[in-house]
């Protein structure tokens, strides 16, 4: 393994601690959680849930914390931004191809996979992936809701829908919390 290059690799993932989420900047919300933030939570629900359904644990896991490395050198992008750009997922995928170089083959093959799958939906693993970035979103706008933050900007965060029984759940629990502080 080329240490050089897995440092490299490592402190540009590392941008993504500092990568603001947009939508949430968008929503004037004062110092908004990093996409790394985000991407911690998703991973630990992604693992919860698929553990609990059944499914490929190591796999959701995987697919989890790969899927927003692209960030690093994209940028984070929101749904009406990704509107406008026809080329977004491309860009995502070059750059993840660009950053997985720096692991040895062996490993950068299943996650090159990881990410196709999780970008394609392609797997009961990827769809719940999906669901808990959602989740995990939602989640986010009741925790800035009770910090105070102004609920008709969040409102644009409750559209969120998901499928699957356990996914719904928590997603209805969730919307039965927000207005509540």
Do not use: N
Request: glycine share 6%; no cysteine; aromatic share 6%.
């Amino acid at each position: 393994m080329d240490t050089q290059q897995l440092v490299d690799f490592l402190e540009t993932a590392g941008r993504l601690k500092t990568l603001l989420r947009t939508g949430w900047v968008d929503s004037g919300i004062a110092a908004p959680e990093s996409v790394a933030d985000h991407s911690y939570r998703v991973t630990l629900l992604s693992m919860i849930l698929a553990d609990e359904e059944g499914l490929d644990s190591l796999r959701a896991v995987r697919m989890a914390l790969l899927h927003d490395l692209a960030e690093a050198v994209v940028g984070d992008l929101t749904p009406m931004q990704k509107e406008g750009k026809t080329d977004w997922q491309m860009e995502e995928r070059d750059a993840f191809r660009r950053l997985i170089v720096a692991v040895p083959d062996r490993l950068a093959e299943p996650y090159l996979d990881a990410v196709e799958e999780y970008l394609a939906g392609a797997s009961p693993e990827a769809r719940l992936v999906h669901a808990a970035d959602k989740l995990e979103m939602l989640l986010q706008a009741r925790e800035y809701e009770v910090a105070g933050y102004d609920s008709d900007r969040l409102m644009r965060f409750r559209h969120v829908s998901v499928e699957g029984e356990l996914e719904k759940s928590i997603e209805f629990e969730i919307k039965s919390r927000m207005g509540k502080k």
